[in-house]
């Protein structure tokens, strides 16, 4: 197990100030309304921005608070976001690969890693292929499998499937749900079609504040605030 999360991001200059724990192996959800502070919370927990109170714990450990601040190459915490990001200059194996080294494989053991994950994520055939040969799905699917490859303490997901197809953003929720349990995950989304088929939890963030922490389906038949009640209601 990668180890739960516990955190309580403070950002004064985006207005963010809420609380988050996510259990050993689970998988939360994060919506709320544009300008909300999701993408922050990640960003401070990924160790992109800094605290200014607060504390973020990943498996017992002490990553960040208003004195330390460990770096984000160090935190072994993976983030996603909509772009891929991957190197242009690297096939999709190489791309794996150098993930599969950030957690100590050794080379031989990398490039066994990235055939194993292109297989898991239903892209064997593609291992030479360079990101501009690749569509935007598969490569949001490599991009996955580096940051799985790492072997991560903590997965942060903002948004990845935004600008996906229907049947790519599919693909690559198989791929977050076949990681359950074994990989602490925080998902932040637009829709609540990716909360419903990943998460157990919903976390509804407003004004940089967390308005309601519950299961998935008590937020949908409960909601807390009007943006909570407009989700339930386009889940109906």
């Not at 160790?47 to 770096?71: E, F, K, Y």
């Not at 890693?113 to 690749?134: F, K, T, V």
């Not at 967390?210 to 109906?236: E, K, M, Y």
Request: cysteine-free; charged content about 20%.
């Amino acid at each position: 197990m990668s180890g739960g999360l516990d955190a309580h991001v403070v950002v004064r200059h985006a207005g963010v100030d809420a609380a988050l724990r996510v259990a050993d192996g689970e998988v939360v959800a994060v919506m709320g309304p544009s300008g909300a502070g999701k993408t922050t919370l990640l960003e401070a927990i990924a160790g992109l921005v800094r605290l200014d109170d607060g504390h973020v714990d990943v498996g017992g450990t002490r990553l960040a608070d208003a004195r330390r601040h460990i770096p984000p190459s160090r935190r072994s915490i993976g983030l996603l976001g909509q772009d891929a990001l991957l190197f242009p200059h690297m096939t999709a194996a190489e791309n794996i690969a150098f993930g599969a080294r950030n957690s100590g494989q050794d080379r031989a053991e990398s490039r066994r890693s990235a055939a194993m994950w292109l297989d898991r994520i239903g892209l064997p055939g593609l291992d030479a292929r360079r990101p501009d040969e690749l569509s935007g799905g598969q490569r949001q699917r490599i991009a996955l499998a580096r940051a799985l490859a790492a072997a991560p303490r903590l997965l942060l997901l903002d948004e990845p499937f935004t600008s996906l197809d229907v049947e790519a953003a599919a693909q690559l929720r198989e791929v977050v749900r076949d990681q359950r349990g074994s990989t602490t995950t925080v998902l932040v989304s637009h829709g609540i079609l990716d909360a419903q088929a990943l998460a157990g939890r919903l976390v509804i963030l407003q004004s940089g504040r967390v308005v309601q922490d519950a299961a998935v389906a008590d937020v949908l038949t409960s909601p807390a605030t009007p943006f909570a009640a407009a989700v339930a209601d386009s889940a109906r």
